[in-house]
Structures are given as C-alpha cells and as structure tokens.
T-cell receptor
Framework: AQSVAQPEDQVNVAEGNPLTVKCTYSVSGNPYLFWYVQYPNRGLQFLLK??????LVKGSYGFEAEFNKSQTSFHLKKPSALVSDSALYFC?????????????FGTGTRLQVTL | NAGVTQTPKFRVLKTGQSMTLLCAQD?????MYWYRQDPGMGLRLIHYSVGEGTTAKGEVPDGYNVSRLKKQNFLLGLESAAPSQTSVYFCASSYSVWSGSYEQYFGPGTRLTVT
C-alpha cells in the first residue's frame, strides 16, 4: 500500500526567507507525486506534480519541489516566502499503475509566514 | 468555467437522517472522487468513479453510497447519518489516465455536522 508522511504539523518562517515543507512517500514502482495547497474554508488547489523527467519541478506561485528517489522524498520549496503563502499544504502520491488516478494524501503541514 | 461545484455548502443533520451531496463538474472529466477531511488525518477517499454508470469503493466507504448517472455529476448519499460522519466532504475530478494528466481538481467542500 502507498503512503505519504509529512513529518511537520506546522512550519513557521519569516517573510522573505526561504521555506521548505517536507514530504516522504512509500509506493511500489515509480511514484507520481503532487503538492496541493488549501486556504481557509476552500478546496484544495493543485500546485505542482512530478511524473517523470527533471527532479526539480516548478509550479504555481513560485513554488518548486525536488524529487529525490534515493531518499523517497518530495520536499516543497520556495526561495522567498510571502505572508499570503500561509495555508495548509498537502503532499500526495499515486501509484503508477491502475485505471483510476487515486491519490493518497499526507496529513498536511500548516505553513505560517510572519512579517 | 465553474470547475467543480458542490451543494450544499453546509448542512446539519440529526442522527439517522439521510441526505445527498451533489457534485458537478464542467471540465468533461472522466473520473470523479469523494473525499472526507478530518483534522489531523488528511483526505481519505470514500468512493470514486471512472466513468458514467461505474463506481468503486475507496478507503472509507462504509455508511456511504454513490451514483454517477451523468458524466458531469457524482452524488454522495448518507442513508442513516452518524456523528462519526461529521466532516468536511470534498469532491474532485480528473481526466482519465490515458490523457497523461493525473492531477485532480477539487470543489469548495461541504461542511456536514451530525448531531
């Protein structure tokens, strides 16, 4: 069975500083990996994905993520955080086989960016 | 495009009552999903559908039923609500795996309280 771990319930960072939100995964075969963001009282918004190719993928709002196969990690990063980045972030994994794009989500990491 | 919409946005039920949550998407997606979100547990898949007239169980299907009579709609039913079903419910949709696009698009959610 596939699984995702987000080891930090909350990450605090000052505006302008770089941020990292950690994610590790477990899946049979090559993983399809995703990051989503959820603002208060809203649905999840897709940020970026890794399917194949370059280990560094770029997404919306200046976010990027680095796929590391040996460490089974897919950490979300941004060079300079904004207060408006404060939200709940979810990492998700999909196994490469199967007819439905079923995702397994982590428990989420709350990002708090302060002035 | 409205994307993925859900009705109602909020609902309070008494134990034993029934209700149906409606999800609609206007992106011509083949796949649709129902999740529930509970604090500290991320999103868990309840049921999903890979096409009109087909449904399948997800991770936590007990107490729920679904139907997909039209491609654009996916209904989630609670026949006899229980307090354990108090949660925020999200609908999502995606293209089929043959499209090469695997991300899911989420609705705004329905907050359900069962007393």
């Amino acid at each position: 069975a596939q699984s995702v771990a987000q080891p930090e319930d909350q990450v605090n960072v000052a505006e302008g500083n770089p941020l990292t939100v950690k994610c590790t995964y477990s899946v049979s075969g090559n993983p399809y990996l995703f990051w989503y963001v959820q603002y208060p009282n809203r649905g999840l918004q897709f940020l970026l994905k890794y399917i194949t190719g370059d280990n560094l993928v770029k997404g919306s709002y200046g976010f990027e993520a680095e796929f590391n196969k040996s460490q089974t990690s897919f950490h979300l990063k941004k060079p300079s955080a904004l207060v408006s980045d404060s939200a709940l972030y979810f990492c998700a994994v999909r196994a490469p086989t199967g007819t439905a794009s079923k995702l397994t989500f982590g428990t989420g990491t709350r990002l708090q960016v302060t002035l | 495009n409205a994307g993925v919409t859900q009705t109602p946005k909020f609902r309070v039920l008494k134990t034993g009552q029934s209700m149906t949550l409606l999800c609609a998407q206007d992106m011509n997606h083949e796949y649709m999903y129902w999740y529930r979100q509970d604090p500290g547990m991320g999103l868990r898949l309840i049921h999903y559908s890979v096409g009109e007239g087909t449904t399948a169980k997800g991770e936590v299907p007990d107490g729920y039923n679904v139907s997909r009579l039209k491609k654009q709609n996916f209904l989630l039913g609670l026949e006899s609500a229980a307090p354990s079903q108090t949660s925020v419910y999200f609908c999502a949709s995606s293209y089929s795996v043959w499209s090469g696009s695997y991300e899911q698009y989420f609705g705004p959610g329905t907050r359900l309280t069962v007393t």
